[in-house]
Nanobody, 124 residues
Framework: VQLQASGGGLVQAGESLRLSCVASGRTFSSYAMGWFRQAPGKEREFVVAISWSGSSTYYADSVKGRFAISRDNAKNTVYLQMNSLKPEDTAVYYC??????????????????WGKGTQVTVSS
């Protein structure tokens, strides 16, 4: 699976962004999807996951109530709607795919495929 993330940018605190991740190569619906982020000098951390069907989601405590993940299997795309952004959300955001047997929260080392990241910068 090849993954391509997009939608990052520079916003002010309190604003919103929507990230997209388009998949190609294998059957997109065969994979659960996750978003991770990595801030400078920090380890890559789990943000949110969604099941293959989209019926189940799992959020890190730091983004609950502000972020929303969704997917459109017909378009091979997963989305991350980020609202009420904070400066501490600043990071490179990555989408990743993992086989259906994985259980969230996902371990970055357990993901099967990664996309290149997209930078999100939130100014105060």
């Amino acid at each position: 699976v090849q993954l391509q993330a997009s939608g990052g940018g520079l916003v002010q605190a309190g604003e919103s962004l929507r990230l997209s991740c388009v998949a190609s190569g294998r059957t997109f619906s065969s994979y659960a999807m996750g978003w991770f982020r990595q801030a400078p000098g920090k380890e890559r951390e789990f943000v949110v996951a969604i099941s293959w069907s989209g019926s189940s989601t799992y959020y890190a405590d730091s983004v609950k109530g502000r972020f929303a993940i969704s997917r459109d299997n017909a378009k091979n795309t997963v989305y991350l709607q980020m609202n009420s952004l904070k400066p501490e959300d600043t990071a490179v955001y990555y989408c990743a795919a993992v086989g259906l047997s994985a259980t969230p929260p996902f371990d970055p080392y357990g993901m099967d495929y990664w996309g290149k990241g997209t930078q999100v910068t939130v100014s105060s």
